[in-house]
């Protein structure tokens, strides 16, 4: 399945009212689960953030701009798969959509691990990028997949 379709399965879910559960990888550097982000990036480490009350992610103003994503293409993501970068590590449950101050994309994710020690009581903000990156499966409700995308 193409890419774009894909995400577009996710959103229009998540767009209609329906949560999406995901299995992917959260073995790389960029999955920061006490920070409560993750990452697909191209140099780990150069970015925390936290949330406002409107759910928007604010970055640390020496931090701002300060991180480069990989760009996914169906073929990293077919090479991380087939080179065991990418394994099913977890599942999480996607809730909604957030965008940070500079309007980036990010998925919200409720996670089993539970609340203590984590910056956002149990979620995180999972980056458009990580998701297209590292995301192997997802599980739609039947009756989202009935509504037109």
């Known amino acids: 399945?193409?890419?774009?379709?894909?995400?577009?399965?996710?959103?229009?879910?998540?767009?209609?009212?329906?949560?999406?559960?995901?299995?992917?990888?959260?073995t790389e550097k960029g999955f920061l689960w006490k920070e409560g982000i993750a990452l697909a990036l191209d140099h780990p480490g150069k970015r925390k953030d936290s949330v406002n009350n409107n759910g928007m992610l604010i970055s640390n103003d020496s931090l701002k701009n300060s991180f480069d994503e990989v760009v996914v293409t169906s073929k990293i993501r077919q090479e991380a798969f087939d080179n065991y970068e990418t394994t099913d590590d977890h599942d999480f449950q996607i809730v909604g959509i957030a965008k940070d101050q500079n309007g980036k994309k990010f998925y919200v994710a409720k996670n089993s691990w539970g609340t203590e020690g984590t910056k956002y009581g149990g979620f995180i903000y999972i980056s458009e990028n990580y998701l297209l990156y590292k995301a192997l499966n997802v599980l739609i409700n039947k009756k989202a997949c009935l509504q037109k995308f």
């Open 1 to 26: 399945m193409p890419l774009s379709e894909f995400q577009d399965i996710i959103d229009k879910s998540l767009e209609n009212g329906y949560s999406v559960a995901i299995a992917c990888d959260l």
